[in-house]
């Protein structure tokens, strides 16, 4: 069993993986249009993120470092999320006014893999990446293995819970 150190240290290493492997496929394609400021897929989540409880407390010590003003405007999202019976959702973590992540440095693996893996049952790709693979084809892309990824984090602490859960959790366990 691994101290809680290890642990974190082996979850930055999984997302280190896959950040190597982003950065590998959209350096090496001009064409690659996921950058900074590019938000749609954190407007059309499909589903509320996932992330299992190690994520859920690394991605804590990202939303401790914002402003209590921003935290407490993201607490009101997440459940207005939790109450959203429509999809497609607009990330509680997204600054809509910039496009950017707020807590883009502690995000958990399935927004790091996003536009970069495949998955036995698919690749997870938004349009622009579709539509940019079938024009210049993607023979040469070695993209992340989601599966794996998803395995190597759900070994260091379990399965995966969506987002308002560990809100509502977090918020029962405050003095
Ligand atoms: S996955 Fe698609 S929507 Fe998301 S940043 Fe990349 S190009 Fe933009
Ligand atoms: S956590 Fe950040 S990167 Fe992930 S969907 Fe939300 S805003 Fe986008």
Request: proline share 6%; hydrophobic share 35%; charged share 30%.
């Amino acid at each position: 069993m691994s101290t809680p150190d290890e642990a974190r240290r082996a979850l930055e290493a999984v997302y280190q993986r896959v950040e190597a492997r982003a950065a590998d496929i959209s350096g090496t394609h001009d064409w690659w249009p996921c950058r900074r400021g590019c938000d749609h897929c954190c407007r059309h989540l499909a589903a509320p993120l996932p992330l299992t409880e190690l994520e859920w407390r690394y991605l804590e010590e990202g939303l401790q470092r914002l402003p209590a003003e921003a935290r407490e405007e993201i607490r009101t999202r997440v459940e207005a999320l939790a109450r959203q019976e429509t999809r497609p959702y607009t990330c509680p973590l997204l600054d809509r006014e910039t496009g950017a992540c707020r807590v883009y440095a502690h995000r958990p693996l399935v927004c790091r893999a996003y536009g970069f893996a495949a998955a036995r049952d698919g690749g997870l790709f938004c349009h622009f990446i579709l539509e940019l693979v079938e024009k210049h084809g993607d023979a040469d892309i070695v993209w992340a293995n989601q599966d794996a990824l998803e395995d190597a984090v759900a070994g260091l602490s379990g399965s995966t819970r969506p987002l308002p859960e560990w809100f509502a959790r977090s918020q029962r366990q405050e003095p």
